[in-house]
């Protein structure tokens, strides 16, 4: 398998503590992976050094070929903007645009001509069966539907890779369980996922592979219940 993501001995201290510690990752492409671990035990840290919003203390971070540790912050964006697909636990969509409109802006941002951008929003509106709530504001949305417009926006710019950061953490059990499916399909589908969660339930769901961290350090790396 193709390596997507490889993570050469990283470490990320803060004040001495080391967040992340000497860890070694390879992803293949295509690949879903899951991080777990109790608070505090550095997936989060992780996830954010894989998308350049952090840079290690030591070690190299590979994606996509690119060593983002290498990045300034400008290339960095860049790269985010080109490979990389973001969702977070509590959504972050803007409250003042439609659902059409936060699902488009990444694709404009990144140069899209405003009607295209907004013709691939529709699309995966679509695809996602959430289209009718296109021209809804968020806030009239339930949680669910919510991180579907979040995941919906990740996918705008076609991203070589999906990081999710506890997705299903602001959802109740029902949402939770069709998010994990959604993203479970988006992997057999061929979308390459690297997904942050305390629950294990969610894990064995949505990936085929659960990587465990404690005190910043991979504890175990093994397959998971999720298959293609």
Known sequence: ???????????????????????????????AIAVTGASGSGKSTLLNLIAGLDKPSSGAVTVAGERVDQLSETRAA??????????????????????TD??????????????????????LLAGLRIQQHRGAYPARLSGGERQRVAIARALVNQPTLLLADEPTGALDTV??????????????????????????????????????LADGRI??????????
């Open 1 to 31: 398998m193709e390596s997507l993501i490889e993570l050469t001995d990283v470490t990320r201290s803060y004040d001495g503590r080391a967040a992340v510690d000497r860890v070694g990752l390879q992803v293949g492409r295509g690949e």
């Open 78 to 99: 860049q790269f985010r903007r080109r490979h990389i697909g973001m969702i977070f636990q509590f959504f972050n969509l803007l409250d003042d645009l439609t659902v």
């Open 102 to 123: 936060n699902v488009a802006l990444p694709a404009q941002l990144a140069g899209l001509p405003a009607a295209r951008a907004r013709g691939r929003a529709e699309e």
């Open 175 to 212: 949402a939770g369980e069709g998010v994990g499916e959604l993203l479970r399909q988006l992997n057999r589908d061929g979308q390459s996922l690297v997904l942050i969660t305390h629950d294990q339930g969610l894990a064995a769901r949505s990936a085929s592979r659960a990587v465990q």
């Open 219 to 228: 504890v175990s790396d093994q397959a998971v219940g999720a298959r293609r």
